[in-house]
Nanobody, 128 residues
């Protein structure tokens, strides 16, 4: 059984940094993309960033390019999202999610409500 467990959310002032972690267990092969989807209050889910396990290709939403960095420690089965220069509009619940057989470039257009695996989410609050 695949499990995704997030950690690292919290309250930070605008301009600050946070690092989210996602511990992923239960995968039996490497053919999947894993990353982060966020949901702000009253808004639809947004695919923030992902990394494909097989080739380490990455995707970033335009809203976070240059500020967020995704990385993977395969030995620890953990994916990280380093978030710098945070803005109040980055506030939301950040979910770790994974989809089998997905190319990283498709993270932008996937149906976020129908993905294969989800964590419970971690809240990020950026104060102005």
């Amino acid at each position: 059984e695949v499990q995704l467990v997030e950690s690292g959310g919290g309250l930070v002032q605008a301009g600050g940094s946070l690092r989210l972690s996602c511990a992923a267990t239960g995968f039996t092969d490497d053919d999947y993309a894993i990353g982060w989807v966020r949901q702000a209050p009253g808004k639809e889910r947004e695919g923030v960033s992902c990394i494909r396990r097989t080739d380490a290709s990455t995707y970033y939403a335009d809203s976070v390019k240059g500020r967020f960095t995704i990385s993977s420690d395969n030995a620890k089965n953990t994916v990280y999202l380093q978030m710098d220069s945070l803005k109040p509009e980055d506030t939301g619940v950040y979910y770790c999610a994974a989809q089998r057989g997905l190319f990283s470039s498709s993270w932008r257009i996937i149906n976020y409500y129908g993905m294969d695996y989800w964590g419970k989410g971690t809240l990020v609050t950026v104060s102005s």
